[in-house]
């Protein structure tokens, strides 16, 4: 069974923390993504990466940083969480036009 | 932006077939068609993709039109457990995966 892995299922930070959700997948995809969820507004994407150490801007990149070091790992790092960054948030990966897997979520809450 | 128009929801009787609607007319060739479901507080389920011919699997079909500029996805008979977000996206493969707002179905008794 093809897996995406998050490392939480459910978060609890405070204002300020530096905040690391870790994604992994077992499927050598070159692909990976970081969305997050919130209520009326669908996924957005936050970044995308292609490759190893390569990454792209989502749609809503602004307080969030990722790292790629390995193939099958995609961390998103929130450098000082904030309140406004209480949200469900979902990794996936995919290999070139096939179908993206997603992980089960992690939901964020800042406080 | 998102690429795709898309109806915000629709309602289907559980054994009839759930026809989606999804306008992109503004696809160029190299892009291909993606469908995905959400069922409420899961991660997003792929259904099926195409580029310009119709598909079929055992989820579901997807009828492209000629001039690529619309697409319908087909469950054909819909049971409860269909009830969920449907996405419709657009992209090349070496792509960013973009979600748009998707159809909420509710399928019904």
């Known amino acids: 069974d093809v897996k995406v892995t998050q490392s939480s299922r459910y978060l609890v930070k405070r204002t300020g923390e530096k905040v690391f959700l870790e994604c992994v997948q077992d499927?050598?995809?070159?692909?990976m993504f970081w969305y997050r969820q919130d209520p009326g507004l669908g996924l957005r994407l936050i970044y995308f990466?292609?490759?190893?150490?390569?990454?792209e801007k989502g749609d809503i990149p602004e307080g969030y940083s990722v790292s790629r070091e390995k193939k099958e790992r995609f961390s998103l790092i929130l450098e000082s969480a904030s309140t406004n960054q209480t949200s469900m948030y979902l990794c996936?990966?995919?290999?070139?036009?096939?179908?993206?897997?997603f992980g089960q979520g992690t939901r964020l809450t800042v406080v | 932006d998102a690429k795709t128009t898309q109806p915000p929801s629709m309602d289907c009787a559980e054994g009839r077939a759930a026809n989606l609607p999804c306008n992109h007319s503004?696809?160029?060739?190299?892009?291909?068609v993606y469908w995905y479901r959400q069922i409420h507080s899961q991660g997003p389920q792929y259904i099926i993709h195409?580029?310009?011919n119709n598909e079929t699997n055992e989820m579901a079909s997807l009828i492209i039109t000629e001039d690529r500029k619309s697409s319908t996805l087909i469950l054909p008979h819909a049971t409860l457990r269909d009830t969920a977000v449907y996405y419709c996206?657009?992209?090349?493969?070496?792509?960013?995966?973009?979600f748009g707002t998707g159809t909420r179905l509710q399928v019904f008794p």
């Open positions: 996936a990966s995919s290999l070139g036009r096939a179908e993206a897997f």
């Open positions: 503004t696809i160029s060739g190299n892009e291909y």
């Open positions: 996206i657009v992209r090349v493969y070496t792509d960013k995966l973009i």
């Open positions: 499927m050598d995809h070159e692909n």
């Open positions: 990466s292609y490759d190893v150490k390569m990454k």
């Open positions: 195409g580029l310009k």
